[in-house]
């Protein structure tokens, strides 16, 4: 490997603990400063990672500073970025791209014309759950694949998060929030979606923040809480999808792939490395997948790492901006389809990104 690509995180809030607990294990990566809004925070953080502690913009002009890591809530992640892109930085965001594809489709277009990549989580997709799942639909270990089925519920992230307003507003939501995980797994299982229908709602109950220092503080609700989709791939294969903040408790099963000789459960997309499973017509008990492909024992910002040896060796990154765009236009198709109640058709599209094979590290490919 060359140069490690020296890197700032800007937003260093709740999922930044996350990206420091494995940016030691990233290769080709050197974390050098981080920057937010709360100077105070700033200070803490890059002295407990022994790192600079810079404002955004001292972070935005150090040319020493290849890419940032955009670790900011989502109604700050273009502009973020664009900022990024503009001072001749990478730019690696987390979820969702942006807020609208109206709002991100000028991120895309300056990394073309700079030459600079964009990445975005989730990354969790190229860890051995979903690539495992992967590799065994590609194998035909349960046939050919007909249709999918996701459900994702919680009462809400204000049980657990200090600060999660922001998930009740444009970006947020369980579509914005948890969608982009289900959607990338689906783009990674069936290739790129045509069209979608939805139908979106939300209930009048009450929320409150219901921990750390902001506990009782009331959160308006300006997104829908429940959204079911119908998806349609190019490939033929229908996806079905249930997103919600509504559920109290659930039996129904989270992620399942059926194919025409059996079904694949896949791993928790959220996650990296849990298990897939698979019961077929002849072996009907559901039985764990021997792992088989994807990065072993990664954690946020393996998409980074990707990206890194991607630049070095000019190959495509996985975790891509392309793709994260075409699964924003999903969502965002999802929620026309609601309002409008009719089939929305997708302009975007996008390659399935090349599968992950066992035993491979980021700095090898
Ligand atoms: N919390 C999680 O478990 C989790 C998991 C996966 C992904 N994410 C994603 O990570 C992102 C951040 O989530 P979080 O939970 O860490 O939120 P958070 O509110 O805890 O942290 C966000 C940080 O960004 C800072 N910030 C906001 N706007 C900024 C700006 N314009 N410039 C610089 N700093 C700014 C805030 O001050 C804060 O410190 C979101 O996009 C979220 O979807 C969060």
Do not use: C
């Amino acid at each position: 490997m060359g140069q490690p690509l020296t890197v700032g995180i800007i937003g260093v809030g709740k999922i930044s603990e996350q990206y420091f607990a494995s940016f030691p294990s990233l290769p080709g990566l050197e974390l050098v400063a981080v920057a937010d809004i709360d100077a105070a925070r700033t200070a803490e953080v890059a002295a407990a990672q022994g790192v600079r502690a810079l404002t955004v913009d001292e972070l935005l002009a150090d040319p020493t500073i290849d890419a940032i890591v955009n670790l900011t809530i989502p109604a700050a992640h273009v502009e973020v970025g664009m900022r990024a892109l503009s001072a001749g930085k990478h730019v690696f965001a987390e979820k969702p791209l942006g807020l609208s594809t109206e709002e991100a489709a000028p991120l895309l277009a300056l990394a073309e014309t700079t030459g600079l990549r964009v990445g975005s989580a989730p990354d969790t997709v190229l860890g051995t759950g979903v690539q495992t799942a992967r590799d065994a639909l590609d194998a035909g270990l349960i046939g050919a694949p007909v249709g999918a089925q996701v459900h994702w519920s919680a009462p809400g992230h204000e049980r657990w998060h200090p600060s999660p307003l922001f998930y009740y507003q444009p970006g947020g939501g369980p579509l914005f929030d948890m969608g982009p995980y289900y959607l990338t797994s689906l783009i990674t299982l069936f290739g790129p979606i045509v069209r979608v229908t939805g139908q979106a709602t939300r209930s009048t109950r009450d929320r409150v923040v219901e921990t750390g220092p902001l506990a009782g503080t009331a959160i308006p609700v300006d997104v829908d809480t429940h959204i079911a989709a119908l998806i349609e791939h190019a490939s033929g294969v229908t996806s079905t999808l249930t997103v919600s903040f509504e559920v109290w408790a659930t039996r129904s099963p989270l992620f399942e792939v059926y194919g025409t000789a059996g079904t694949i459960a896949v791993a928790d997309p959220n996650r990296f490395s849990d298990p897939s499973e698979i019961a077929t017509k002849d072996e009907p008990e559901f039985r764990e997948l021997p792992v088989s492909a994807g990065y072993a024992d990664a954690g946020r910002g393996y998409g980074l790492a990707d990206m890194a040896r991607a630049i070095e060796t000019d190959r495509p990154h996985r975790a891509s901006g392309e793709l994260a765009f075409h699964v924003l236009e999903a969502m965002e198709a999802i929620l026309v389809s609601s309002d409008e109640k009719r089939v929305v058709e997708m302009s975007s599209t996008v390659e399935r990104p090349a599968p992950v094979p066992l035993g491979a590290r980021p700095e090898d490919w």
